[in-house]
Every structure is written in structure tokens, then in C-alpha cells.
């Protein structure tokens, strides 16, 4: 073995070793005493129970009551749209107005200003 992967391989299991006791460095600060660096005198005790995690993967019972139907389901769908339009204040569709086309101006005389009209 080389001397580059030997100490590769001590660095990592130093590593490895670190990083499991550091889960303990919690639990050790409980029992040591307060001139090592515990708790201090008047700190409360830990709780005797663990933490109570909540069961997220309790599926909730089935319902009691039945769905909505599709017409409720429309009725809903219907009035939300309306609230939506009264907010953004929409009214009824409408039908479109026709496109109208603008006429061109007439063609400049040459020599005269654009602005200025001549008196005959």
C-alpha cells in the first residue's frame, strides 16, 4: 500500500468515527457534571418520555357524507366564475364590436406644408 491511501484511509475513518459519536454529544451533556461543560445547576430536567413523533402515514377514516354530484359540481364551478368576474370586474360576454378600418389621409400636394392650409 502506498502512503497517500493509508492516510486517505485513516482521514476517512476518523471521519467515520466522529460522525457516529456525534449523535451521543447530546445525551453525554445531560450527564456530565457542570465543571466539564453538563448543564448548569438550575437548568430544568430532560423530559423522561422520548418525543411523541405524529403518525403521518395514518390514513383518515372514509367519509360519512357522499361526494358532490356533477350538477352541484357545476352550480359550484358557475358561481365561482361569477365571483371571479364581479372581482376583476367583467361583465356578461358580449359580442364583439365590428373591426373598423382607419381611412388614409389624403395625399400631400407637393410644395405645400402639412400643416398649413392655402387660401384661394
Same mark, same amino acid.
Given at each position: 500500500m502506498?502512503v +497517500?491511501?493509508? =492516510?486517505?484511509? @485513516?482521514?476517512l475513518? *476518523?471521519? #467515520?468515527?466522529?460522525?457516529?459519536?456525534?449523535?451521543? +454529544?447530546?445525551? =453525554?451533556?445531560? @450527564?456530565?457534571?457542570? *465543571?466539564l #461543560?453538563?448543564?448548569?445547576?438550575?437548568?430544568?430536567?430532560?423530559p423522561?418520555?422520548?418525543?411523541q413523533?405524529p403518525?403521518?402515514?395514518?390514513?383518515?377514516?372514509?367519509?360519512?357524507?357522499?361526494?358532490?354530484?356533477?350538477s352541484?359540481e357545476d352550480k359550484?364551478?358557475?358561481?365561482?366564475q361569477a365571483?371571479?368576474?364581479?372581482?376583476e370586474g367583467?361583465?356578461?360576454?358580449?359580442?364583439?364590436a365590428?373591426?373598423t378600418?382607419k381611412?388614409?389621409?389624403?395625399a400631400?400636394?407637393?410644395?405645400?406644408?402639412?400643416g398649413a392650409k392655402?387660401n384661394p
Open positions: 502506498s +497517500g491511501s493509508l =492516510l486517505a484511509r @485513516t482521514i475513518a *476518523a471521519f #467515520g468515527v466522529i460522525a457516529m459519536l456525534g449523535g451521543c +454529544g447530546a445525551q =453525554l451533556g445531560q @450527564t456530565m457534571p457542570t *465543571a #461543560g453538563g448543564l448548569p445547576t438550575g437548568a430544568p430536567p430532560a423522561s418520555t422520548d418525543y413523533y403518525a403521518v402515514h395514518d390514513m383518515p377514516p372514509p367519509r360519512a357524507d357522499p361526494l358532490m354530484s356533477e352541484q359550484v364551478e358557475k358561481e365561482l365571483a371571479r368576474d364581479r372581482q367583467k361583465l356578461a360576454p358580449q359580442k364583439k365590428a373591426k378600418t381611412k388614409k389621409p389624403p400631400d400636394k407637393a410644395g405645400e406644408n402639412t392655402n
